[in-house]
């Protein structure tokens, strides 16, 4: 499904991902995990085109997306959501789900000015799928609140429901249970297992290990911008050099 | 949503009985730049207060249109209805080339591109001679007329730009609301989520610089036409700096907000007058006031200032 291929990044004399290559495989949950500074945000922003990388290839489904700009790759069925959850805090929370719904709708500048009859229709079409991916993600009688207002559990279950009404291929979530409570976490694991079973692709990157060795297919890990190891979170817990990255050479 | 009809017919209808009540020349000519000004905080606003894109070169979109027009009609004898819309679309196809590279800029930046597009263009209306007549301005621009209406007198002017102004106010209501102006909107919250979800953040703004700039040239066109003479003194920096009051003191992200603003700040100086040599500094004085205890601008704040009264009136019966 995607496919990352010798990607290297330096932000003036630093290399922040050496040579990092791996594979995703098609409705699978793989977690990205490695201690602070490990280089997985500068990742996940490199393969969803909000940085440029220095070397290196990214082909989602066979199709090079190389630097390819988000608004693309939204089209192309890739969407991701954000560490610090990123709503657009003055809309009301339908509102925030129905620009998800953005490229399902065609009317243009002129079309919405005017209010022609198959823009009003475009609409209502965007604004009953936005309500259910709100029921989607239990989140439906909040429709009304400003985005803004709500709190750090329910805003990242609105940026999940925002992502999926974009009709992705493909999920990346940066650390999706930050800033969860042990309640929510449980919650978020059993929609990631919903999201996974709509056929959709997930990857997360997660400091939150329970949650991670939990619902992950496959684990991968960066230690210092390389890649440490890869494999089931079985083989990742018994792997030395990974309980060293964490842990420490005694 | 279902207000908005409703908003606009109350509007209307305001628009159209005005001038059964304010009489007099004098008035009805201050309403015909309430119009004007209202249709130019509008267009600022749908880029400032929605996009979250400030321009501090409006007021050259204002004067490019009122030259093109003037220059169109009274040096090579077109017809006004023809000069207006050629005009609107010269300055769009302008703005979008010009918005194209400095729409990449953000804030700060932006401010200062757009500040120096204001000037290059005044510097333009002040030294093409030959074609502006300079700083002593271009005069003999005709009237506008429909059939054998002549719109020479302050009654027939103020109907005719303010049915300009109400088309360009139920314009951008629609565009407000709609799925354009909700990515506009997501845009100013959170361009890269809003880039995320597929919303082409880049064309999208320079399409409504281009709108917006479209129409400052039609409420341009409109200004040259009815004062029959323009100079550049009307497009210079300073102008630039009332349509953004304008649009602050209206409200952000309100297309009602803009004309609360822009009239409020048309009206205002008139209404000083008596004030004579203090005016400027009571001009000055409201307009902080209002920042300071109106953030939200004019449409938010009388709302509010009407509840709390409505509360303290009742907390003195209760007493």
Redesign the interface.
Known sequence: MLEVTGITRMFGGVTALKDVSFTIGQDSITGVIGPNGAGKTTLFNII?G?YSMTSGKVTLAGKDISGL???C???LGM??T?QNI??????SVL?NV???L??K?S???LA????MPW?IK??RR?RETAMKWLDFTGISELADDAAGSLSFGKGRLLEIA??LA?EPRIILMDEPAAGLNGQETLALAHLIGKIRGMGITVVLVEHDMELVMDVCDRIVVLNLGTKLAEGTPREIQENREVISAYLGDE | MKREPFKFILFAVLVLVAPLIFKGSYLMNVLVFVGINTMLAVALNLLLGYAGQISLGHAGFFGMGAYFSGILTATYGWNPWLAMPLAALVVGILAGLIGFPILKLKGHYLAMATLGLGIIIYIVFNETVDLTGGPSGLSGIPNLTLGSIVFDSDIKNYYLVWTFTLAVTL??V??AG??????L??V???E??????????RLLKV??FA?SAVISSLAGSLYAHTMTFVSPASFGFNFSVELLTMVVIGGL?SVYGSFLGAALLTLLPELLRGAQDYDIVIYGGLLMAMVMFMPGGLVRGIPNLLRKMARFREGAGNA
């Open positions: 969803t909000i700009p988000p608004e790759l939204a089209r969407v991701r954000f990123e709503l657009f805090g003055t809309m509102e129905m620009v998800g953005h490229t709708g009317s243009g500048l919405c000015s005017l209010m823009s475009e609409e965007i925002r992502s974009v | 314009f951008s629609n565009l709609s799925r354009i102006g909700r990515a909107r997501a100013h919250d959170s890269v989520a809003a880039r995320v979800m597929g919303v082409n953040a399409q409504v709108l992200g």
